[in-house]
């Protein structure tokens, strides 16, 4: 067989042969569904084999993958052959181990057995196969690799997340059962002297009444932020809910301000859990600005679902700002909004997202947040 090239050889079997490979190698290339399928095609292509494995490296480079308990290189005949890159025959010559070469290395073995001895054209054959085959192996392996690649970056995305949001707990419990509780008691103090004080001594009185104020606008200010760091109804209830009550927590704060949430799409509950979480901190991030910064009237707020994504866009009716301000050179932006517009873009980066903020003067803000959902493509 010697001077035959792949092809000839494979025409020589006849045309149905070229059919079921070019069927393969268009196939979904999904390891390690794309090896049993060679495998079956090595079977059933040729005339004496009854038996073939497709070994495939792993993409550390130190064992062969299969159906089975993996292999590592230099072990067995199967080993051995990943390791020298070159065929053997197995001591009972009934059958042999044929090495695919590929990106300058072994990336896999095809394994062959017979009922008896293996004729020399079913080896070329099966040769023949490997040396067509190892282009898409390769592709395999490289989709593989960025696959497990995707899947890691999903999931240290998911750990930040969860990091952030228990170091959010925590303070939420450190300021609850910390400063919160010694408000309540200085308070407590408070009308404690405000009632011993004799009447006599107005000033010392009206100084206390101002202290008693101070001291419920700070345990206010304290039970607000001890909501913002971890609402318990994202927990309780999801994202569409949560966003609901952002609205009307923003609607009662002293403005007023107007938040209208719109939520489009039916795919909420197959959201995890840090994509919901990074959502909700962006929309609060960004209907806290309108708050503070933008003296806006109304804040129109949209969640959309769709097959492989969700969008949250925050539009505004404010002053609006000069993006070159707020955004300057190093990203180091003159204004105090600046640090949030860069804390949002950081967290729907780290999901594999985007934030685009548009804004001029006197024409309101718009955010808008697109992030991918996790195992989902379009």
Known sequence: MTGVRPLELLAGRGADLLVRVAGVACSDRELPRMAEKLAELVVRSAR???????????????????RGAPVALGEGEVGWVAA?????????????AIPVHGDGIVIAVVDVRSAGPCPPDDVA?????AGLFAPVLSSCRRLRTAR?????????????????????????????????????????????????????????????????????LAAAETRAAIGGLRPPVLDDLGLSAALATLAREAGDDPGPLDVTVTV???????????????????????????????????????????????????????????????????????????????????RAELLGGRVAVTSRPGGGTTVEAVIPIPGRRP
């Open 48 to 66: 004496t084999l009854t038996f073939c494995d497709v070994y495939v490296l792993d993409d550390e480079e130190r064992v062969l993958e299969w």
């Open 84 to 96: 020298h890159g070159r065929a053997r025959t197995h001591p009972d010559g009934r059958g042999a």
């Open 125 to 129: 054959l099966v040769t023949a196969l």
């Open 148 to 216: 497990e690649r995707e899947h890691a970056a999903e999931r240290f995305a998911e750990r930040a997340v969860e990091a952030q949001e228990a170091e959010r707990s925590r303070l939420s419990r450190e300021i609850h059962d910390g400063i919160a509780q010694r408000l309540a008691s200085l308070g407590f103090h408070l009308s404690a002297a405000e009632r011993a004080l004799p009447e006599h001594h107005p000033e010392g009185l009206a100084q206390i009444m101002m202290a008693r104020r101070l001291c419920e």
């Open 264 to 346: 489009e799409g039916e795919l909420e509950d197959e959201l995890p859990d840090h994509v919901q979480t990074a959502l909700y901190r962006i929309a609060q991030e960004a209907v806290g600005n309108s708050l503070r910064h933008a003296s806006a009237n109304r804040v129109d707020l949209l969640l959309e679902h769709s097959s492989d994504r969700v969008r949250l866009k925050v539009a505004d009716d404010g002053v609006g700002f000069s993006m070159g301000d707020v955004l300057a050179r190093g990203g180091r932006g003159r204004r105090p909004d600046s640090y949030g517009l860069r804390g949002m873009r950081e």
